[in-house]
């Protein structure tokens, strides 16, 4: 009988492990299978999403290789707002020219975020996304975009995942995960979904040519659309 205990124990084990690697394998398809390519872009055609291009006007944001990053932040989400509405998306933009909000004084820089925060909080808009880019003084080696978001609202990370998921090729072999940041105020004063993207690296020669190359601007705009596109086809009804 004990034998027989043993051996019971040991095939459940065994069927219990190869549960598990199914349900993996399962879950490495699907992830696979999510074709961005064929996104239908017509899930956005109704829905109404705010874009926020990072710094403007006398803030440069970060550089790198001779890019500053108010520009390629603004050339992206202004791509982006196009693909958008082109599919019956309403967008509600919270720059489009080479602008700020600054104040004078000290929280200059706050106040600009503050303010941008209450557009996209009373824009109606059910979704935001927020474009940046990187840099990092002194160093070549970084490169990839990177998706962030605030654990305020529980919608944020499926959404960060899916973003991240969709910009998977940018570059090829990106192998950066959607990543949870507390500290980020235009993350944490807002009161709808959303996600910051921070598209690439400027202090990545290579990565600085690409993300002011106006193919490569469409290609990562295209792929944020699709996201969302996913994103809404997921919450029909929501
Ligand atoms: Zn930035």
Do not use: C
């Amino acid at each position: 009988m004990r034998i027989f205990a043993i051996r019971r124990r040991l095939m459940l084990a065994v069927m219990f492990s190869v549960a598990v690697v199914v349900l993996n394998l399962l879950t490495i398809r699907y992830l696979a299978a999510e074709d961005w390519e064929n996104v239908n872009l017509w899930a956005l055609a109704g829905h109404k999403i705010a874009v926020d291009p990072g710094h403007g006007g006398v803030d440069n944001g970060a550089s790198g290789n001779g890019v500053v990053e108010k520009e390629v932040t603004l050339a992206i989400a202004l791509k982006l707002a196009d693909i958008l509405r082109r599919y019956g998306a309403e967008v509600v933009l919270t720059r489009d020219s080479d602008t700020d909000y600054y104040t004078r004084g000290k929280g200059g820089k706050r106040n600009d975020l503050l303010t941008r925060v209450e557009m996209i909080n009373s824009s109606g808009a059910e979704v935001f996304i927020s474009i940046h880019v990187n840099s990092i003084r002194g160093s070549a080696a970084w490169s990839g975009a990177q998706v962030f978001y605030s654990p305020n609202l529980v919608a944020n990370k499926p959404l960060a995942e899916l973003v991240q998921r969709a910009l998977k090729s940018f570059p090829p072999g990106n192998k950066h995960q959607a990543k949870q940041d507390k500290d980020i105020l235009i993350l944490n004063r807002t009161n709808i979904p959303g996600v910051l993207v921070e598209t690439g690296f400027l202090s990545n020669p290579g990565e600085a040519a690409r993300l002011v190359d106006a193919a490569y601007q469409q290609k990562l705009a295209e792929h944020i659309a699709k996201a969302l596109a996913h994103h809404f086809s997921q919450n029909v009804g929501r």
